[in-house]
């Protein structure tokens, strides 16, 4: 089942923070967060793990609340460059076998100006 | 640049034509993917490989779409009988196996297919 994402878009001026939200209906084995430009692939700035294992970009952070399921992203003093489409890709629980997709909501819109 | 690569970037086809996609993953990554973003939407998952092994398939999936990854390194995606909604653009990505159940996924540009 897709995560729901929130807000669906934000306006910021340069320098100002935003929180971009992802919760999902399902139990979370881990979620991964992108940014995407118009006309480009997916970039990709970090993954949180069940168990508090984190490994992304160092200027943005992020949480991941396992009892809720839910992960939350952190631009601090936004810049031009972060404007774009923000994803996060969920994976539930890991059987073992291997199920490595990621099911992405539908994004959150970030536009960043002067 | 040792990123993901895919090509052609750009197809446009008739309905009921055949097209085939090429990925070139991560040159040490044995894990590749294939997923389809059509415009105001996330990436949807279609398919996954680890080498070779094609391990899942999205139930998404018709019968008319197949990959292969004959020798565990680039990837092609065919699409058969091509109809209007299956325009989108196709990206593939690619990880690497580690002990770590997931790990990130890196992003190919993408073809954009436009069915007419």
């Known amino acids: 089942q897709q995560p729901v994402q929130s807000p669906q878009a934000v306006i910021l001026r340069e320098g100002e923070d935003a929180v971009i939200n992802c919760s999902s209906s399902k139990a979370l084995y881990s979620v991964h967060w992108y940014r995407q430009k118009h006309g480009e692939a997916p970039v990709f700035l970090m993954i949180l793990l069940k168990g508090g294992e984190q490994k992304g970009h160092e200027k943005i952070s992020a949480s991941f609340n396992e009892k809720k399921q839910q992960s939350s992203l952190y631009l601090t003093a936004s810049q031009l460059s972060y404007s774009g489409t923000y994803f996060c890709?969920?994976?539930?629980?890991?059987?073992?076998?291997?199920?490595?997709?990621?099911?992405f909501g539908k994004g959150t819109k970030l536009s960043v100006i002067p | 640049d040792t990123g993901v690569s895919q090509d052609p970037r750009h197809k446009i086809t008739k309905r009921g034509q055949n097209v085939t996609f090429r990925c070139d993953p991560i040159s040490e990554h044995n894990r590749l993917y294939w997923y389809r973003q059509t415009l105001g939407q996330g990436p949807e998952f279609l398919t996954y490989f680890q080498n070779e092994a094609q391990l899942e398939k999205s139930r998404l999936l018709s019968d008319r779409f197949s990959a292969e990854r004959p020798k565990g390194s680039f990837s092609t995606l065919e699409i058969q009988r091509t109809e209007q909604g299956d325009s989108a653009m196709y990206l593939c990505?690619?990880?690497?196996?580690?002990?770590?159940?997931?790990?990130?996924?890196?992003f190919g540009p993408g073809t954009r297919l436009t069915v007419l």
């Open positions: 990505a690619s990880s690497q196996r580690t002990r770590r159940a997931y790990n990130e996924q890196f």
């Open positions: 890709g969920t994976a539930t629980a890991y059987s073992g076998a291997g199920s490595y997709q990621l099911t």
